[in-house]
Nanobody, 124 residues
């Protein structure tokens, strides 16, 4: 089992940047593929980015492509999400998640463990 704790959210002006962190407990962090999702008020949780257990394979959703970088440090049990050129529509609670299976990385249901989320608010 793994516990996830996100940090790094906050209020930022449009055009600014944020780096979110997700710290994982446990000694098996490197066995999990990791993902970032977000959920805006009244909307479904949506995929933002994912990274393989080794960090060699990453991808970002089309909505954030070119503005998103996901990375991980298995020695620190941490995964990061760098978001640049933020827009008001990026405002949401951002969640990190971990999965063991090879289920599709863009699906909420593929993930086994979730953090509590961190709020990102982008002002215009």
């Amino acid at each position: 089992q793994v516990q996830l704790v996100e940090s790094g959210g906050g209020l930022v002006q449009a055009g600014g940047s944020l780096r979110l962190s997700c710290a994982a407990s446990g000694r098996t962090f490197s066995r999990y593929a990791m993902g970032w999702f977000r959920q805006a008020p009244g909307k479904e949780r949506e995929f933002v980015a994912a990274i393989s257990w080794s960090g060699d394979n990453t991808n970002c959703a089309d909505s954030v492509k070119g503005r998103c970088t996901i990375s991980r440090d298995n020695a620190k049990n941490t995964v990061y999400l760098q978001m640049n050129s933020l827009k008001p529509e990026d405002t949401a609670v951002y969640y990190c998640a971990a999965k063991v299976s090879t289920a599709p990385r863009w699906m909420v249901a593929s993930y086994d463990y979730w953090g509590q989320g961190t709020q990102v608010t982008v002002s215009s």
